[in-house]
């Protein structure tokens, strides 16, 4: 009897130990996510990682729109609002202030996300063809310039603050690092040159690997192509005052005929794919900047509305410019830009317009007296919204003042805003409740964040802050 | 806590007396050989059902018929008889130990132990001492209780998750809550249900859907000594918790009722509509340079709801109200020789203090024992609860309660009779300010206002968890002394999240023309212990235990996410086939409103513990646990924690046993290692690519940084202390010393933004930091006669902490104004200083870092508006003169005072808590003195106006606030002392209600709140808006919901 209990006993024990073999299940690979060999192991997946560089483009903080936002609500032309906190100020911006340190984190974000994607591609030789290989370098290359143009033009002085464009720029990451504490990563702010320098030479190499655009589509507008990275060089070249350069750029731009003005300024707002857009961040209802970021929860005064637009700007423009009729609403005694009505809107970064213009302004610069091509090219985008309205230069300097007046209509709430006034050494005009910020000032350039600051020894922050 | 073994039911002070015909009423008192009062010792009249038991202090009474025997039954003690003779009463009895039978025991990690022999540091609360209370979540009534434990309530709004911190913060960026483990199970740590707006809108806390009237008792294990089986869990403490479970011979049903009444206990004070168009006309008017040199009246009277006199409105007034609840449970619980049995149902159902929040639960339990024969034992625990929160936006959304009802005009009505739902709604679904003037010269001067009642009464979020949590085990007794337990236990927590926005509101529902969003979320846990465990006493002075066992632990969860845009009416606020278009309105353009989100965890683990004991004098135990975790890094999957343990009890010795006043004396010490993976991603060590869409094409995108070397925070957890009573047991005392060194900090940390890592950040092991302190618990038998007893209780913990490495060196970590900073205590504020307004002309005025006074004149231009003492233009004061002020908002000490009176039948019960050494830095404060066109709080009517005047408040200046900037203009001391519960209850006995078949009624009454003695300035100290589980940004008011105070009336029903 005594016996047999302790059998019975055994047995039960056994049974159950013998089961506890059960570590293995416990471990599972994640559901959710890839390791980056297998991001990159197939044809298929190597074209999937290279569509990721526009997600990691789209950056609620940076190119997702919040950029474009920033450079317009610094320049003179958008009320000063409460939602961006200090941002539309000058002064009393802060260091520490969390949008400016959220937009530098969004805008190195992508540029770590093309670097990856160069890294990892390149560990890859040959899973794709030469063709398609050539064409994600290019667009990772288009996209790691495009993003440091902005970087650099928010958070430093403008190129030609100093001959030679030796002042501090920011700093220059070209490749990731598999220790991200260590003091490799404290790198000194480049020479704005250096940064002007980079940039060109990502977009010369993307032009010489991006197909060129043909009808106006999906993947001509919101991937880059041989023509955006044109259209960037075009504005690159412009900014650095080289006019020959940036009359070549926007020829080869002009030349492909790919592109033209629609009928109406309107279009290229409603309509995400026309024969005027260049290239935009591309946004849907599945995948967008949400209510929170998104340039139509801000500037549509039927959701947010968090922007305003100043009469000084709606003034610039006649009773029958279509950019008045069509693009500018009134509500509640405010006006408001249309440019942008819901959350899903792209954000345009190069248009044809801008284009005709940087045409315009490189020839006049360059011509001693008017240009009457200049002239032309200028009228041309005018007539388009104001057919009836011609512009009329007795000198050269009333022609640059024209353009620059038409691009400031044109290209409004597009993220021009400051940029427009720095690199041409102009003041911001006292707007709102701001007070007229000279050109060249301190606070004019964002500041380095607080915490980099901190954490980096080689940095050296913008003056004021 | 201490009970008996097999005598889970402790009586409660509702078990009274017993009488029937020809009877007498029998007292007295149980008391062991040690003259210490026995609590739970059962007695019987032979014969019959009746029964009693003994209550906390010993005493009994019954009504026994003459000439009967009367049975005094105790595990662990042999049991003794008497005869009921006619001219006694009063019986005081005395028990022996029974050596061969069970000692008493306390619930630990893997079993029980024998209480003499545990040397960790443990605390103990009964379950009565919680279920009183008319908090929905049963860790709040932990507050004060413990000795160690801190509770910090993240504000009244019901469902939120309470902060738990035993012996201080003890991690940096990962979790600092404590592992819970119920009947033996470690649960999900999941803690807070809610995903829409990040979890941070509603919340709900899923441990409060554990049915506080169940909880027999809840161990808190603080040292290695007493946790260490929970290894790599255990760095934050474990809070055990042991439901109750049937009794044998002792059959009862028992009902509970409360009725909760409740108020906020205080609120700001907000301008009125004179003072709010006197101050707003104010800021205009000293605004004027900024605004075209033109003085604009901006505040004006408007009649929006029509009623022909201009509005006014207490805002305050209109979003909070009268909370009430009703809280009804009942239970049956009893046992014979082989099973027992423990079965309960709660309903109960809480209107909040503020409009639109309630919450309704539904619990039910069912414990059951049984022992098949000698050997073999088998038991199930199961529990089911269900809830229903309709939670409320309170602080960080326009949309929010404390957001809108604060910044509203007392000068418009919340409704208007012209708009299509009755309320005032402007053409963008804000509140509509009237004749007001929003916007000057293209500047916006006032925001966006949301109408509380509209988003509150028109909108739903709700959260609707359900929780199952069961566990079976097997236990074989293999030998004498030796016993195997199989134990398997799950977890599963469900929760569907529902939110609607309407179409006429203002943010979603508006832009999307009504937005439905729904979460659906799976926690699945399953755990399977195996263990054996051994005592066995050998020659009568040699004792040794040990337990050696195998746990596996797996969790996954699961959440979808579905959504519907564009409704067809605001009558569907569901997602109902063909009511709605999906689309962005007035596109054709599809909202992609689905997703998800699935992973799971594993965590093997072994274990094994070994203590000695002789003449149980000298006590000496080691103990290990070796755990594998699936969220670290291929190279340190593994971690191993020892601890070991000893303790004196001097008491013992022969030569101190002539030491007639000390009855007892121990000493204990231990040191070990335990671990904390508690917050860290399922995935942390892995480099990964994710989903990223660009648009309609599919694509894959970096998501993080992955570090192959990670692992668990480890602790090194040191502490002595002793235990010692005084006069017979009268006065009991615990001291304890412990050392939490923390390394290897798990940090989130963020490297260079130029990095420009996924996510921001990488979970790295570097940083450490410290938690040194003293914790001391003092228990009294105040007063002790027939009639009257008097228990005092008091706790009190100081802390030390200070940070010791991060990752870099020279770089804090920020959180909001607070800082980790090498050298110094987490958490604390890093501001501005504050200078004061100048007399003369009413500017602020804050120091530079080195101390140089800069007045801020906003009334000029950019370039001249900061000046020096002498007038001369300076810098303005930035970032950089930003000081540490050596405050954190991490309490230095806390504690609590319990007295506890009874009087015949009456009893009365105090219970204090107080922290200190901490500070708040009182953002609302700062919000409600803006100089945009909002309301603002009655402390802004100091404001200055006349040279010479002194004040704090400066001078006014339309949407200029940099006089509100953060700085230590804004931080106040914390310290308080609040009286918890005030309660008072009245217990009936007697013949006719025992005729009745009624064995006991008690009445009882409770305030929670009753004050709070403080010299903060806001609403309530015990504050963060930083939620439950923030490290560094502890100590922030930020429009925070008050605590309410309640009054709780109830009533206890036993029936026999």
């Not at chain 2, 009862?252 to 003072?275: C, H, M």
């Not at chain 2, 203002?506 to 926690?523: K, M, P, S």
């Not at chain 2, 870099?808 to 501001?831: C, H, M, Q, W, Y």
């Not at chain 2, 009176?901 to 050494?917: H, Q």
Request: aromatic residues 10%; contains cysteine; hydrophobic residues 35%.
């Amino acid at each position: 009897m005594k016996k047999n209990n302790i059998i019975y006993k055994a047995l039960l024990l056994g049974i159950t130990l013998s089961a506890t073999s059960c570590g293995k299940q416990l471990f599972e690979d994640p559901y959710a996510y890839l390791s980056p060999e297998q991001a990159f192991s197939t044809p298929d997946r190597i074209a999937k990682s290279a569509t990721g560089l526009y997600d990691a483009l789209q950056n609620r903080e940076f190119l997702g729109g919040r950029t474009l936002i920033y450079a317009d609500i610094r320049g003179a032309d958008c009320g000063v609002n409460t939602f961006f906190g200090n941002m539309p100020q000058f002064s009393t911006l802060l260091s520490t202030d969390i949008t400016v340190k959220d937009a530098y984190q969004g805008g190195y974000r992508t540029i770590n996300e093309t670097n990856l994607f160069i890294e990892n591609l390149t560990a890859k030789p040959g899973v794709v063809n030469a063709a398609q290989e050539a064409q994600y370098f290019g667009e990772a290359k288009f996209i790691r310039a495009l993003t440091y143009f902005y970087l650099v033009n928010l958070w430093a002085q403008p190129y030609n603050f100093t001959s030679g464009a030796t002042h501090a720029g920011v700093p220059l990451v070209l490749k990731t690092t598999s220790t991200p504490f260590s003091e490799d990563n404290n790198i000194p702010r480049a020479t704005v040159k250096e940064v002007y320098d980079q940039i060109i030479s990502d977009l010369l190499a993307a032009e010489s690997s991006l197909p060129a655009s043909s009808a106006p589509e999906f993947s001509t507008v919101a991937r880059a192509t041989k023509s955006a990275a044109q259209a960037l060089l075009a504005r690159v070249y412009l900014y650095e005052g080289n006019y020959a350069k940036a009359l070549e750029f926007a020829n080869k731009v002009i030349n492909t005929n790919s592109y033209s003005l629609n009928a109406s300024p309107l279009e290229a707002f409603r309509n995400t794919t026309t024969a005027e857009s260049i290239f935009s961040v591309a946004h849907n209802g599945g995948d967008n900047p949400n209510t929170n970021n998104a340039l139509g929860q801000h500037y549509s005064p039927s959701l947010r509305a968090d922007i305003q637009v100043l009469p000084t700007y709606v003034s610039l423009m006649s009773a029958i410019d279509k950019r008045k009729t069509e693009l500018i609403t009134q509500k509640n005694g405010a006006f408001y830009t249309l440019k942008y009505t819901s959350v899903s809107d792209w954000a345009p970064i190069l248009k044809y317009n801008e284009i005709l213009l940087t045409k315009a302004e490189a020839l006049a610069n360059q011509s001693t007296g008017v240009s009457a091509e200049a002239l032309a090219l200028v009228n041309v985008v005018r007539h388009r919204s104001a057919p009836s309205e011609t512009i009329v230069a007795t000198s050269k300097a009333s022609l640059i003042e024209a353009i620059l007046k038409e691009r400031r209509i044109e290209l409004g709430f597009e993220g021009h805003g400051i940029l427009e006034y720095l690199r041409t050494k102009r003041n911001i005009p006292a707007h709102s409740t701001v007070s007229e910020q000279i050109y060249g000032s301190d606070f004019v350039a964002l500041p380095i964040p607080f915490d980099d600051m901190q954490k980096n020894p080689n940095l050296v922050q913008n003056p004021g802050y | 806590m201490k009970h008996k073994l097999l005598s889970f039911f402790v009586g409660s002070m509702i078990l009274t007396s017993v009488a029937f015909a020809q009877e007498k009423k029998v007292s007295g008192r149980v008391t062991g050989a040690d003259g210490k009062p026995l609590v739970g010792v059962t007695i019987t009249v032979q014969g019959s059902t009746v029964a009693t038991q003994t209550d906390e202090n010993g005493n009994y009474s019954l009504s026994v018929p003459i000439g009967k025997v009367i049975v005094f039954r105790s595990v662990g003690f042999s049991d003794k008889t008497l005869i009921v003779k006619e001219r006694q009463s009063a019986f005081n009895i005395s028990l022996d130990s029974n050596d061969n039978e069970l000692e008493e025991v306390v619930v630990t990690g893997y079993g029980v132990r024998q209480i003499k022999d545990v040397i960790g540091s443990q605390s103990t609360v009964k379950g009565t001492a919680l279920a009183a209370e008319s908090n929905v979540s049963f860790d709040q009534a932990l507050s004060g209780k413990v000795a160690g434990v801190q509770i910090g309530s993240t504000g009244g709004t019901l469902g939120d998750g309470i902060s738990v911190r035993i012996r201080g913060v003890n991690s940096i960026s990962s979790s600092s809550l404590p592992l819970y483990v119920i009947d033996g199970v470690p649960m999900n740590t999941v803690e807070n249900v809610s995903e829409l707006n990040s979890g941070d809108g509603t919340r709900f806390n899923p441990l409060s859907m554990i049915n506080s009237n169940d909880i027999e008792s809840i161990e808190v294990l603080k040292d290695a000594g007493a946790s260490v089986l929970y290894g790599s869990r255990a760095a934050n403490g474990v809070v055990m918790i042991t439901t109750k479970r049937g009794k044998k011979g002792f059959n009862s049903v028992t009902f509970d009722s409360k009725f909760i009444s409740s108020r906020a206990s205080n609120l700001v004070s907000l301008l009125n509509g004179d003072q709010f168009i006197q101050i707003n006309n104010e800021k205009a008017a000293n605004g004027a340079p900024r605004f075209g040199g033109v003085t604009n009246v901006i505040a004006k009277e408007s009649d929006l709801n029509g009623d022909g006199v201009n509005d006014r409105t207490n805002w305050l007034d209109e979003i909070y109200r009268q909370g009430t609840g009703f809280d009804n449970s009942m239970s049956v619980s009893g046992g014979s020789e082989s099973v027992n049995y423990f079965a309960s149902a709660r309903y109960n159902d809480q209107r909040g203090i503020l409009i639109g929040n309630d919450i309704k639960t539904g619990q039910a339990r069912m414990n059951l024992d049984l022992k098949a024969n000698s050997w073999f034992k088998t038991g199930v625990s199961l529990s089911y609860a269900k809830t229903k929160n309709n939670g409320i936006l309170t602080d960080r959304y326009i949309s929010g309660a404390t957001v809108a009802g604060l910044n509203a005009f007392p000068i418009v009505s919340p409704y208007n009779p012209k708009n299509d739902f009755g309320y005032n709604l402007n053409g963008t679904g804000y509140l509509g300010l009237g004749n007001n003037m929003t916007v000057i010269n293209g500047a916006g001067i006032t925001g966006n206002i949301a109408n509380p009642l509209a988003t509150t009464n028109l909108q739903l979020n709700q959260n609707t968890p359900e929780q199952f949590l069961a566990n079976i085990y097997g236990e074989i007794t293999l030998l004498e002394g030796l016993k195997f337990t199989s134990k398997f236990g799950i977890d599963y927590l469900r929760n569907y999240e529902h939110q609607y926005s309407h179409p006429a509101v203002g943010g979603l529902g508006y832009a999307y023309n009504g937005l439905i969003q729904d979460y659906y979320r799976d926690n699945n846990l399953w755990v399977w212990q195996n263990y054996v465990n051994y005592d066995k006493t050998i020659n009568g002075s040699h004792r040794i235990s040990a337990t050696a066992g195998a746990e596996y632990n797996y969790a996954k969860q699961k959440l979808t996410y579905a959504g519907a845009s564009n409704v067809s009416d605001p009558y569907f606020t569901d997602i109902l086939d063909n009511t709605y278009t999906g689309t962005v309105p007035g596109t054709e353009d599809v909202m992609l409103l689905s997703g998800g989100g699935l992973f799971s965890t594993g965590l093997e683990s072994y274990f094994g513990r070994l203590g000695y004991s002789y003449n149980g004098k000298y006590l000496l135990e080691a103990a290990f646990r070796a755990d594998a975790y699936s969220a670290f890094g291929v190279n340190s999957k593994w971690g191993y924690f020892p601890s070991i343990s000893a303790g004196w009890v001097a008491s013992e010795e022969d030569f101190m046993k002539s030491i007639d006043w000390l009855s007892y004396f121990k000493v204990k010490g231990s040191f070990g290692k335990v671990g904390n993976s508690r917050g860290i991603d399922p995935y942390a060590a892995r480099t990964l690519y994710a989903g990223g869409a660009y648009a309609s094409e599919n694509g894959f995108s970096a998501y993080q940084l992955g570090n192959a070397n990670l692992q668990w925070e480890t602790t090194k957890k040191f502490d002595i202390g002793v235990d010692f009573k005084v006069d017979n047991g009268k006065y009991g005392f615990v001291i304890d010393y412990f050392n939490n060194d923390i390394s290897g900090l798990v940090l989130d940390a963020s490297p260079l933004y130029t990095v420009g890592v996924p996510r921001g950040s990488i979970y790295t092991n570097i940083g450490s930091m410290y938690n040194r302190g003293l914790e001391f618990t003092f228990n009294m038998e105040t007063v002790k006669t027939e009639n009257f007893t008097w228990n005092t209780s008091l706790n009190f913990t100081a802390i030390k902490n200070r940070v010791n490495e991060l990752i870099t060196a020279n770089a804090d970590i920020p959180s909001g104004n607070s800082v980790a900073s090498v050298g110094r205590r987490l958490g604390e504020f890093k501001l501005l200083q504050w200078a004061g307004v100048d007399e003369q002309t009413g500017n602020p005025m804050w120091y530079s870092k080195d101390g140089v006074r800069k007045t801020y004149n906003p009334s000029v231009a950019t370039a001249q508006r900061w000046t020096l003492d002498d007038g001369t233009v300076t810098t303005g004061i930035t970032a950089n003169d930003a000081v540490y002020t050596g405050k954190s908002g991490i309490p230095k000490f806390y504690g609590g005072l319990d007295n506890n009176f009874r009087y015949k039948n009456f009893d009365m019960g105090i219970s204090l808590v107080y922290t200190g050494g901490y500070y708040i830095y009182n953002s609302t404060r700062a919000n409600l003195l803006t100089n945009n066109f909002l309301n603002n709080s009655t402390e802004i009517l100091d404001r200055w106006t006349t040279p010479g005047q002194k004040t704090d408040v400066p001078r006014l200046f339309l949407t200029d606030n940099t006089a509100n900037q953060a700085s230590d203009r804004f931080l106040e001391k914390g310290d308080f002392l609040r009286a918890r519960t005030i309660s008072l209850g009245y217990t009936f006995g007697g013949n006719k209600l025992n005729n009745a078949g009624i064995r006991s009624l008690r009445l009882y009454g409770q305030v929670y709140n009753a004050f709070v003695i403080t010299s903060y300035s806001g609403q309530d100290p015990e504050v963060n808006s930083n939620r439950n589980n923030s490290n560094i940004a502890v100590g922030v008011d930020s429009r925070a919901v008050p605590q309410p105070r309640t009054y709780t009336f109830g009533l206890s029903l036993t029936l026999q």
